[in-house]
C-alpha cells in the first residue's frame, strides 16, 4: 500500500466483535474501494500495539469480562488515545461505546475507568435488558437518513454536558436513560448502541466517516440496492405491530 492509503483499523476483533460487528470494518471498507480509494485495512489483535496513524478506527461489542480485559489493555496502551488527539475518526458499538466514556461497571460489578473520548458515564441496568429493533433519528447536522439496527444491552449510559446524541429513538431505548438519547460523540469520536452491523443496515453513516477521514463534503455515488433493501426489510420488521 502507498503512503496515501486511507487507513482503517479494526481494533480488538479477538475481544470485540459481537453480533457480527467486524461487518463495519468490511463496510466501510468496500465502499471506500467502490469510489476507487486506496485502503489499508489493520486488524490489531489485543496482544498488539493500536497504531496511531489511522484515519479511522472501529471498535465493536462485546461480552462484559472482554470488555474489561479491552478496557485495561486500550488504557495501558495509549494508541487510542493518541489518534483520538491526531484527529483521527473513532466509531464504536455497544461495549466499544462505554470503553470510549469514562468509566462503566465491569464484569466483577466495579467502576472501571474508560478512555474518557466521550463525554459519557455508563451504569448498569436494574431493570429488563434493552433488546429489540431500533429506530432513531440521526442529529440533523450530519444528514443522514433515520438509523435502523439491533440492541441488546444492560448498560444505561448518562451524557455529560459536552457529549451530544447521535440519535433520538423512535423506537427502542437507546441509551436506555428514557430520554430518548441514542448514541454520543464528542468530535469526531463516535458511540452507538447499535448491531446489525450497523454500517450494513446504515451505509451513509460508513460514507461519514469516510469524508470525515478525507475532509470533503461529498462522496462520488455508488449502488446502494442492496443496502436500501436491507434497510426497508428492517425498518418494516421494527414497525410491524407486535
Known amino acids: ?64 469480562r ?17 489518534a483520538a488527539s491526531n484527529g ?20 466483577l460489578g466495579e467502576r472501571e475507568p474508560g478512555l474518557g473520548l466521550i463525554d459519557v458515564i455508563s451504569t448498569r441496568g436494574e431493570g429488563e435488558r434493552c433488546v429489540g429493533d431500533v429506530l432513531a433519528d440521526i442529529d440533523p447536522q450530519f444528514g443522514l437518513p433515520q438509523l435502523t439496527g439491533f440492541e441488546n444491552h444492560q448498560g444505561i449510559t448518562h451524557l455529560g454536558p459536552t457529549a451530544r446524541p447521535f440519535a433520538r429513538t423512535v423506537i427502542g431505548r ?29 451505509p451513509q453513516i460508513a460514507d461519514l466517516l469516510l469524508k470525515l477521514a478525507l475532509d470533503v463534503n461529498a462522496l462520488p455515488p455508488t449502488d446502494d440496492r442492496w443496502y436500501e433493501a436491507l ?10 405491530p407486535a
Do not use: K
Not at 483521527?88 to 466499544?96: D, E, K, P, R, T
Not at 434497510?231 to 410491524?240: F, H, K, L, M, Y
Open 88 to 107: 483521527a475518526i473513532i466509531f464504536s458499538v455497544c461495549a466499544g461505546y462505554q470503553i470510549l466514556g469514562h468509566e462503566f461497571i465491569n464484569d
Open 1 to 64: 500500500m502507498s503512503d496515501s492509503s486511507l487507513r482503517l483499523v479494526w481494533v480488538y476483533p479477538d475481544l470485540l466483535s459481537t453480533y457480527g460487528d467486524q461487518g463495519n470494518a468490511l463496510v466501510v471498507e468496500r465502499r471506500a474501494r467502490q469510489r476507487g480509494l486506496d485502503v489499508m485495512r489493520i486488524d490489531v489483535r489485543s496482544d498488539q500495539p493500536v497504531p496511531t496513524s489511522g484515519d479511522i478506527y472501529l471498535i465493536g461489542g462485546g461480552e462484559d
Open 231 to 240: 434497510r426497508a426489510e428492517r425498518i418494516a420488521s421494527a414497525t410491524q
Open 174 to 202: 437507546g441509551n436506555g436513560t428514557g430520554d430518548g438519547t441514542e448514541g454520543a460523540y464528542n468530535d469526531t469520536v463516535f458511540g452507538t448502541y447499535m448491531h446489525g452491523p450497523v454500517m450494513a443496515r446504515n
Open 66 to 82: 472482554p470488555q474489561r480485559l479491552a478496557a485495561e489493555r486500550l488504557r495501558r496502551d495509549g494508541g487510542l488515545s493518541r
